[in-house]
């Protein structure tokens, strides 16, 4: 229903809120001139103003060893040959005396979402914009701490880096030719600094571009819906590691690593929900994980997992 909706409101461009879990089965779909009927807040803001704050959020990982026994499970199908590149996530409770929507407030991101009193997320990883007739997808695989010596070069030189980044450009030209055509990569591996609660990460990016039908507004719902889930936090084959996560990972994502973002009547605007705290009764949670390869640690995996837990 969400994604025909979708294409109702764009056809008659009537800008409108969306809101995606992973498996792009439960859609949200909201028109802008009724949201304020909605206990739900948002920003799309690539040139937000930093505003420093402190951390508050009190880390417990989950466990080593049963997440090696997940990491490990991935690496047997990646020798088996069922999946080359798999997201492996996991959630890590939290601690903190701030409220959703204090969180909301504080954190400095280039895309922000807080939805009611179940999740926000804090996301720096565009998923598609479309201007014109021009769809662009900008895939972020590689992450580094950027206080490290020559961190910049140390990420783009690994090669485990670089296998994980090129596997998913070439998911992601895959996935944009379904939609449109003329598909060309304008930027590959580019780096941004992220501000990352305590610390300041290096984010390796690339972007891939191609050419949509004049007509794209009224069926904006099924461009999306070809599109999910993000290739950059599923893996590649898609269909099969979809199902190898399933299997693993134990627990369900849920609106964690979905998408949401804006259709003005003109143009559409979306973020990738990574940087993701959900709350379930009193208790909160973080969502978070990297991509495994063959060439994967998972001291390194289980490290960049913590990492990724913050507030921006």
């Keep these: 229903m969400g994604f025909k909706k979708m294409n109702a409101l764009g056809k008659k461009r009537e800008p409108f809120l969306f809101i995606t879990d992973f498996k792009a089965e439960n859609v949200a779909v909201i028109p802008l001139n009724e949201l304020e009927k909605e206990d739900i807040e948002y920003s799309i803001d690539e040139n937000y103003k930093f505003t420093p704050h402190p951390h508050k959020l009190r880390l417990e990982a989950p466990d080593f060893e049963k997440y090696k026994e997940k990491f490990d499970a991935v690496i047997e199908k990646i020798k088996a040959g069922e999946t080359y590149l798999l997201n492996l996530t996991q959630e890590s409770r939290l601690k903190s005396s701030l409220s959703l929507k204090e969180m909301y407030t504080l954190a400095n991101a280039h895309y922000k979402l807080r939805y009611k009193e179940k ?115 599923s893996g590649t084959p898609k269909k ?19 998408v949401f973002g804006v259709y003005d009547g003109k143009s559409l605007d979306s973020g990738v929900m990574i940087r993701f705290i959900e709350k379930r009764g009193t208790d909160l949670f973080y969502k978070s994980g990297g991509g495994i390869t063959l060439e994967s640690s998972v001291e390194n995996e289980y490290q960049e997992l913590q990492d990724k837990i913050y507030l921006p």
């Design 119 to 233: 999740f926000i997320c804090f996301s720096p990883e565009k998923f598609i914009q479309i201007e014109g007739e021009s769809i662009a997808t900008f895939p972020m695989k590689g992450t580094i701490d950027a206080s490290l010596e020559n961190a910049r070069e140390t990420i783009l030189a690994n090669e485990k880096e670089m296998a994980e980044h090129v596997m998913i450009v070439d998911l992601l030209r895959n996935d944009l030719s379904i939609v449109a055509s003329k598909v060309r990569v304008d930027a590959f591996r580019y780096i941004t600094k992220i501000d990352a609660g305590e610390k300041e990460l290096l984010q390796v990016s690339s972007k891939i571009s191609a050419k949509l039908d004049t007509n794209w507004h009224k069926k904006v719902g099924d461009i999306l819906r070809s599109l999910l889930p993000a290739g950059s936090i």
């Design 240 to 258: 099969s590691t979809l199902k190898i996560i399933e299997d693993v990972e134990g627990y369900e994502r849920g609106f964690f690593s979905g």
